[in-house]
T-cell receptor, first 110, second 115 residues
């Protein structure tokens, strides 16, 4: 699987959009970009995934660059409950494994 | 609906004791995974089941670790002769079917502390 690079930490203001970057410059054509988050003392929670088109669901939006070498997870209106470690993962479509890196620790401040 | 359920939530074992950790996946989910998460680290893959078949156990750290899913639903992770380095959170996840990119849904884990 391709490796991903995320900033170790970032702060966001409550009520503002949070933009979480991820670099995956060695991604292959059949690898999807997945985002999970892990709130303290809970298991990882699936957020969203995509291949090359931008995706949106009730939790977030995923913007993937045209060359697919990077992506951004957007939380449109961050709340204090969005404070968590966010993991960006690339995964081959037929692969059952998810390989987690260190993620980005996001702190939403009032 | 009900998510992935794990029990116990916390387990303290003396070094050398055997432990058994239970996972109840989402009903109907074909695939089941176990992960280990050390403090401050991301989860690490341990093993994978498709129905009752254990298709990958490459992540199990030693032969003291054993997982089973005899009827293709509930799974148990057993650790024999626990050591201090086994202290971690053990996460279970299930998915409908990995072949169609179904996301993994995780339980809240069992925190194992070996004293």
């Amino acid at each position: 699987d391709a490796k991903t690079t995320q900033p170790p930490s970032m702060d966001c203001a409550e009520g503002r959009a949070a933009n979480l970057p991820c670099n995956h410059s060695t991604i292959s054509g059949n690898e999807y970009v997945y985002w999970y988050r892990q709130i303290h003392s809970q298991g990882p929670q699936y957020i969203i995934h995509g291949l090359k088109n931008n995706e949106t669901n009730e939790m977030a939006s995923l913007i993937i660059t045209e060359d697919r070498k990077s992506s951004t997870l957007i939380l449109p209106h961050a709340t204090l409950r969005d404070t968590a470690v966010y993991y960006c993962i690339v995964r081959v479509g037929y692969d059952y494994k998810l390989s987690f890196g260190a993620g980005t620790t996001v702190t939403v401040r009032a | 609906g009900a998510g992935v359920s794990q029990s116990p939530r916390y387990k303290v074992a003396k070094r050398g004791q055997d432990v058994a950790l239970r996972c109840d996946p989402i009903s109907g989910h074909v695939s089941l995974f176990w992960y280990q998460q050390a403090l401050g680290q991301g989860p690490e893959f341990l093993t994978y089941f498709q129905n009752e078949a254990q298709l990958d156990k490459s992540g199990l750290p030693s032969d003291r670790f054993f997982a089973e899913r005899p009827e293709g639903s509930v799974s148990t992770l057993k650790i024999q002769r626990t050591q201090q380095e086994d202290s971690a959170v053990y996460l279970c996840a299930s998915s409908a079917d990995v072949s169609d990119n179904s996301p993994l849904h995780f339980g809240n884990g069992t925190r194992l502390t070996v004293t």
